[in-house]
């Protein structure tokens, strides 16, 4: 199972980052999204996030077009019939990603592998939408992708131990440490740090301290890198919500309950960063 051309659907800022360090590690990969606006926007985050690269001298300009050059566009999934390993990386709603893993099924070459960055939804599920569920696995790549270095591997219940193979030794190839989980709600990753982001907003919610006191507290604290509610802004505030919602209903325990103040900020919009309002303010003046 040799893995030479990825395609990565979904140019969001997860699917954009492992676009690019598939791409820096010397994979073709096709970037794809439904508009030719999104495939630009997820090339232009990827050029943005090279610059910060060559700046800190960490890669030179060349390399940079070299990475650049290896990414080409894609508005159709009909490309992926070239491609060894598709990574999805797209909303997570299961209707969606169904979709997806159908006409993947119907394109690509019977010998290719279909993973998930799903961040909570059962990579079983998502493999009994094709006909080839012991080719889907889970790769859940963390945020942002450039610089995290995990990727947390999820066995579905037909995963063959060949492509959690194939899969964790691309995952290697592209400077990340791949580690293995079974596939339950949340996996390994969000089932811990959901509770804890949620947590932080059941305390902001009553007034324990405030936004800026239990990120400081978190942060001086524990040697976190970033305090828990900057954190939900990062990964959005919809996503966090969403990855609650899963657990709430995968688990039936009442401990994965949504904060209300999450629920009103999402209603309102403030989904965080990526909207420029989230617990925090992050419009320029
Ligand atoms: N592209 C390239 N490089 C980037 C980057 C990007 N998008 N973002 C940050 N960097 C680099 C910077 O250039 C810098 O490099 P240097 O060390 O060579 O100077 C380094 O990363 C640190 O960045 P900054 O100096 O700008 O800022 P910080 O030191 O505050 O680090 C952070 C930022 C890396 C985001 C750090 O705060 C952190 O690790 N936060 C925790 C992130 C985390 O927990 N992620 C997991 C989220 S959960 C998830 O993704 C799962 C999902 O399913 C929800």
Not at 121 to 150: C, D, Q, S
Not at 167 to 175: H, L, Y
Not at 220 to 247: E, S
């Amino acid at each position: 199972m040799e893995i030479k051309t990825i395609m990565v659907v979904g140019a969001g800022q997860m699917g954009s980052g492992i676009a690019q360090m598939a791409a820096k590690s010397g994979y073709s990969v096709y970037l794809n999204d439904i508009s030719r606006e999104l495939v630009d926007k997820g090339l232009a985050g990827i050029s943005a996030s090279l610059d910060r690269m060559v700046k800190k001298e960490k890669i030179s300009k060349d390399e940079k077009a070299g990475v650049l050059d290896r990414i080409q566009s894609a508005v159709t999934l009909d490309s992926a019939a070239q491609c060894d390993l598709i990574v999805e990386a797209a909303v997570e709603k299961m209707e969606v990603k169904a979709e997806i893993f159908k006409k993947l099924d119907q394109t690509t070459p019977a010998k290719a592998i279909l993973a998930s960055n799903t961040s909570s939804l059962p990579i079983t599920a998502i493999a009994a939408h094709t006909g080839r569920p012991e080719k889907v696995i889970g790769m859940h790549f963390m945020n942002p992708v450039p610089v995290m270095n995990l990727v947390e591997i999820i066995n579905g219940l037909a995963t063959t131990p060949e492509v959690t193979e194939a899969v964790c030794k691309t995952a290697e190839a592209m400077g990340k440490t791949p580690v293995e989980c079974r596939d339950v709600p949340g996996f390994v990753s969000n089932r811990v740090l959901m509770v804890m982001l949620n947590e932080a907003l059941w305390e902001l919610y009553e007034g324990v301290a405030t936004a800026e006191g239990i990120d400081q507290i978190m942060k001086l604290g524990m040697n976190h890198p970033m305090g828990p509610l900057a954190l939900a802004d990062l990964i959005g505030l919809d996503t966090v919500l969403a990855i609650l919602q899963i657990l709430q209903e995968g688990y039936g325990d009442p401990k994965y309950r949504p904060c209300p103040l999450l629920k009103s900020y999402v209603n309102a919009g403030w989904l965080g960063k990526k909207s420029g309002k989230g617990i925090y303010n992050y419009y320029r003046s």
